[in-house]
Nanobody, 123 residues
């Protein structure tokens, strides 16, 4: 079992930045692919970014490429999502996820989920 707790969400103006953190506890964090997903009201959960267990491979949704950066610190059992140049359409609940497979973009491929953190971007 892996427990995930997100933090760092909040209200920010368009063009601003936020850094989300996801702290993991339980089984070997470094063995898992980690990902961020988001879900806006009335919309399906969508893939944002993922990072391999080593941190050497990453993948991003086209909508955030060049603005968001995913990273991890295996010594701290934490994965991060640095979000720059935020847009109102980035407003959503952001979820951290852990999976035992290689990087995937489908939420069903991940085994463990956090409770989510709200990000609101005002125009």
């Amino acid at each position: 079992q892996v427990q995930l707790v997100e933090s760092g969400g909040g209200l920010v103006q368009a063009g601003g930045s936020l850094r989300l953190s996801c702290a993991a506890s339980g089984r070997s964090f470094s063995a898992y692919t980690m990902a961020w997903f988001r879900q806006a009201p009335g919309k399906e959960r969508e893939f944002v970014a993922a990072i391999s267990w080593s941190g050497l491979s990453t993948r991003y949704a086209d909508s955030v490429k060049g603005r968001f950066t995913i990273s991890r610190d295996n010594a701290k059992n934490t994965v991060y999502l640095q979000m720059n140049s935020l847009k109102p359409e980035d407003t959503a609940v952001y979820y951290c996820a852990a999976g035992s497979r290689s990087i995937r973009a489908m939420w069903g491929e991940y085994d463990y989920w956090g409770q989510g953190t709200q990000v609101t971007v005002s125009s």
